[in-house]
Nanobody, 113 residues
Framework: QVQLVESGGGLVQPGGSLRLSCAASGSIFRFWTMGWYRQAPGKERELVATYLSRSSTNYADSVKGRFTISRDNAKNTVYLQMNSLKPDDTAVYYC???????WGQGTQVTVSS
């Protein structure tokens, strides 16, 4: 059974950086479409970034130029590097495998002074 373990969330000041990790166990996701989503209090879940291959990534307009999604196939891990963080980035961030419609448990990111 596939398991997703997310880590890297926490409290950071505006302008700071965090790197989220999503490690999969029980299956190989090399050919899956991986995604990061987030949900802030009182708002709907939204897509942040997707990764199909190094040449096929997509980002929400709100994070373009600040966030980078990447994947380490040897470690079965997808990352979300978040730079220049803003208070509006505060949310629970979820890892997702599109082909399996499988979600991680989420990790809290709080951007506040």
């Amino acid at each position: 059974q596939v398991q997703l373990v997310e880590s890297g969330g926490g409290l950071v000041q505006p302008g700071g950086s965090l790197r989220l990790s999503c490690a999969a166990s029980g299956s190989i996701f090399r050919f899956w479409t991986m995604g990061w989503y987030r949900q802030a209090p009182g708002k709907e879940r939204e897509l942040v970034a997707t990764y199909l291959s190094r040449s096929s990534t997509n980002y929400a307009d709100s994070v373009k130029g600040r966030f980078t999604i990447s994947r380490d196939n040897a470690k079965n891990t997808v990352y979300l590097q978040m730079n220049s963080l803003k208070p509006d980035d505060t949310a629970v961030y979820y890892c997702h495998i599109r082909e399996l419609d499988y979600w991680g448990q989420g990790t809290q990111v709080t951007v506040s002074s």
